[in-house]
């Protein structure tokens, strides 16, 4: 077997390991991540994004969803999909975690600002 067939299938084996820990550890970025076959690798880039934004937030600095989605697309090849982008942000805020960026990113959205502000008790 060549190693190009040997890396392939190494790959193969470990996106289906992480798929199925999604499944058993059931959130709604899970639900996301499963729906929308990201790999592990993508997952911890997102993460790093969302840590990314969270100190923007924190240091009071400007953050735009457009540039938000941008480096989602960039991430998961998911050019235009602005969905993808949404539903990750809020998806993560409904788990609780970083759960300041979705208000940021898309709390001045006319669909979003009920259930924001419903969970926020206001």
């Given amino acids: 077997m060549s190693d190009d067939k040997l890396r392939f299938l190494e790959e193969k084996v470990q996106h289906l390991e992480f798929k199925l820990d999604l499944m058993f550890h059931d959130s709604n970025i899970n639900r996301v991540l499963y729906e929308y076959d990201i790999t ?6 997102i993460m790093n994004l969302m840590d990314y934004f969270r100190d923007k937030i924190n240091q009071k600095k400007e953050i735009s969803n457009a540039e938000y989605e941008s480096e989602i697309y960039k991430i998961t090849g998911n050019e235009g999909d ?33 259930i924001i502000s419903e969970k926020d008790g206001i």
Avoid: C, M, S
């Fill in 40 to 45: 592990k690798t993508q997952y911890n880039e």
């Fill in 82 to 114: 602005y969905h993808l982008a949404e539903y990750i942000a809020k998806a993560f805020w409904e788990d609780e975690r970083w759960d300041e960026v979705f208000p940021a990113l898309y709390g001045n959205f006319p669909k979003y600002r009920h």
